[in-house]
């Protein structure tokens, strides 16, 4: 394993670097433990991201449910699916970021795999999904659009509602659903790693009306909430947020946070559960003080599994304990010596609240580690309780069902 020793600070270490370095490559960097930086801890910070691998039947056959589920292919061939929604006659868009596109897939034969696979708008970055009465909101960096569904799923032409998002930067995955208020809520990335935002509308939750008017600051100090979703007995707003990246294999840890009206919770200044960010410092006050100002995770998860889509279960196939659960598609590491990610977890809830979260579905690394077939990103509840699985690498769709002990 090649290793490279930079002495470089958090604030020299920039998304530039991953696009430029070798899988193995690692750097040092410190970690300030108090307000006045006399104690300081030195961390290694890796970059490794397992090899690609076809999603051949032998891998698909080797994934791992829980007992009395099972998996398989729905849909292949698509280029690089990303975010996923399924409307109420069981049709199921599928958003390509990278191709501009957004399909539909549609079971008509009810066998388990989608027969029906059609591209039914072209949008520049299309990424994430909504519905709200027969219409479907698509979300591209800057531009929020409404399609009018027809009965057999296909869209009318797109109308652009807002064109006036923040850029994009580093994350520019814009996700979006609608609360149970009727309001619409779309999460604003932040553009960096780690960095004071010019634009406080980034790393946002941002809140407005269907219409795209009105967007104003939900929740700030989310550095990339890219799945959320509403409790649906409690309505409480759950989001999982992306942990700052070049902090060593252990941290940043992923977070699970009850996400409220007003909240500030603590990017890039306060991680975790109090945790001081090296860089950069807050202005005009002590760590101690903005930490004070935080509001801290339910959850936290492992160091830099990244979280992508969340969806709260009430399909009626799973077991009964499954309805009120969370699943979260996991895309997986690139700044961690051994990989973690690559995966789908059940978030558990006991009278509204988490409680852990654990493997749902796993054995998409291969080669003891150094390979993998497929990087989690979309998740959708289909109308027959059954749960479906996008992944950006090979281009599949899979279908999780339960068929009982």
């Keep these: 394993m090649k290793k490279i020793l930079y002495p470089l600070s958090i604030a020299a ?9 070798a899988d193995d490559d690692f750097w040092s960097t410190i970690i300030p433990e ?19 691998m076809d999603a051949d039947d032998n891998r698909v056959g080797q994934l791992r449910v829980p007992v009395g589920f099972q998996i398989e292919k729905f849909a292949e061939g698509l280029t690089k699916p990303r975010m996923m929604l399924t409307n109420s006659t069981g049709q199921t868009y599928v958003t390509s970021r990278e191709a501009g596109l957004v399909y539909l897939l549609e079971d008509t034969t009810g066998d388990g795999k989608a027969d029906r696979i059609e591209t039914v708008a072209e ?53 979006m659903g609608f609360g149970p208020d009727g ?24 809140r407005g009306n269907p219409d795209g008017t009105g967007m104003q600051i939900y929740a700030k100090g989310l550095r990339n909430t890219v799945g959320f979703d509403w409790h649906p007995e409690t309505g409480d707003f759950w989001g999982m947020d992306h942990g700052i990246d070049m902090l060593g294999d252990e941290q940043q840890m992923e977070e699970l946070n009850l996400i409220a009206e ?13 945790r001081y960010n090296p860089y950069p410092r807050p202005e005009n006050m002590t760590y101690q003080e903005y930490s004070a ?31 009120g659960d969370a699943f979260v598609a996991f895309r997986g590491s690139w700044n961690r010596s051994r990989p973690s990610g690559y995966n789908v977890g059940r978030v558990r809830f006991s009278n509204g609240q988490p409680t852990a979260i654990e ?31 996008s992944e950006d690498t090979n281009g599949v769709v899979y279908r999780i069902h339960y068929v009982g002990q």
């Design 359 to 389: 493997d749902f579905v796993t054995g998409f690394l291969v080669d003891n580690n150094r390979s993998h077939f497929a990087r989690p990103v979309g998740l959708t509840v289909m109308q027959d309780g059954s749960l479906l699985l």
């Design 123 to 175: 949008i520049e970055e299309a990424h994430g999904l909504a519905i709200r009465e027969n219409q479907l909101y698509i979300v591209a960096v800057k531009e929020l659009y409404v399609a009018d569904m027809a009965a057999d799923g296909s869209l009318g032409a797109p109308q652009l509602l807002n064109g006036n998002l923040p850029d994009g930067g580093q994350h520019p995955n814009r996700t």
């Design 34 to 52: 108090t307000d006045d930086d006399a104690t300081q801890k030195q961390v290694s910070t890796f970059v490794f991201i397992p090899g690609l």
């Design 262 to 274: 007003g909240g500030n919770y603590g990017w890039p200044y306060i991680y975790d559960n109090g």
């Design 293 to 323: 100002m935080t509001t801290f995770p339910h959850l936290l998860h492992t160091a830099h599994a990244a979280p992508m889509a969340m969806v709260f279960y009430n399909g009626g196939q799973f077991p009964e304990d499954y309805n």
């Design 183 to 206: 309001m619409l809520y779309i999460s604003i990335g932040s553009t960096c790693n780690s960095c004071p935002e010019p634009n406080p509308l980034h790393a946002t939750m941002l």
């Design 13 to 21: 270490i920039c998304f530039v670097f991953f696009a430029a370095c």
